[in-house]
């Protein structure tokens, strides 16, 4: 008599656990990730060969717009629970009788950088709508009568004395405008920042090889 074979089926692998692994992680990273904050302008900065990397944390930034203005900008540190951004304010506030409550200070703990006088600080802060919030960026003022930006780097110095120093500037900045900040620098006894560019790549051939 003869053998009566089983049917051939093909292997089966089930995918369920797997696209339910898939959907927590998904959700996970969703949940769990912060968007990087909206630069107060938008600056394209030149090219150099200078491979070193600023510091991701416990950095102060001057940035200078094609236009030449000037947005600033402080990290909270390495441990966030410090507040720079928050204690900064405070000090800036008192030196120009302006009051800000703890709202607003939180608030201002979490956002980016930032470029307007100091009485549209508080303007800047509650606003809701992104476009008036933007339209508030018209750099911060650094005149011989009122140089608001020299108060700013003096006391995010007092504030975070280990912050390192930026200047990020367009490709198209004027370097008269960039002199003015380096001149702001070392009157504040900044005697040593960074220049924030874009790693340019060089291709070597064989006749830049020593011989």
Avoid: C
Wanted: charged share 25%; hydrophobic share 40%.
């Amino acid at each position: 008599m003869p053998k009566i074979k089983a049917p051939a089926r093909s292997p089966h692998i089930d995918m369920t656990p797997m696209v339910d692994l898939f959907s927590l992680l998904l959700t996970f990273f969703m949940l769990t990730t912060s968007f990087r904050p909206q630069e107060a302008a938008p600056i394209t900065t030149p090219s150099s060969v200078s491979e070193k990397q600023a510091p991701d944390n416990d950095i102060m930034t001057i940035f200078i717009s094609k236009e030449g203005k000037v947005f600033f900008n402080i990290d909270n540190g390495k441990d966030t629970s410090t507040h720079f951004r928050a204690k900064l304010l405070v000090k800036m506030g008192e030196q120009y009788k302006i009051t800000f409550d703890a709202k607003q200070l939180d608030k201002f703990g979490k956002m980016s950088s930032f470029g307007m006088p100091i009485k549209d600080v508080k303007a800047w802060i509650n606003a809701t709508d992104s476009k008036v919030r933007d339209k508030l960026q018209t750099g911060i003022p650094m005149d011989s009568t009122d140089n608001q930006l020299a108060w700013w780097i003096r006391m995010a110095r007092l504030t975070n004395l280990g912050a390192e120093v930026a200047i990020k500037g367009d490709a198209d900045t004027p370097y008269t405008d960039v002199k003015k900040i380096m001149d702001l620098l070392q009157e504040n006894k900044v005697n040593k920042f960074n220049l924030v560019t874009n790693l340019q790549m060089e291709e070597i051939t064989m006749k830049d090889l020593p011989k």
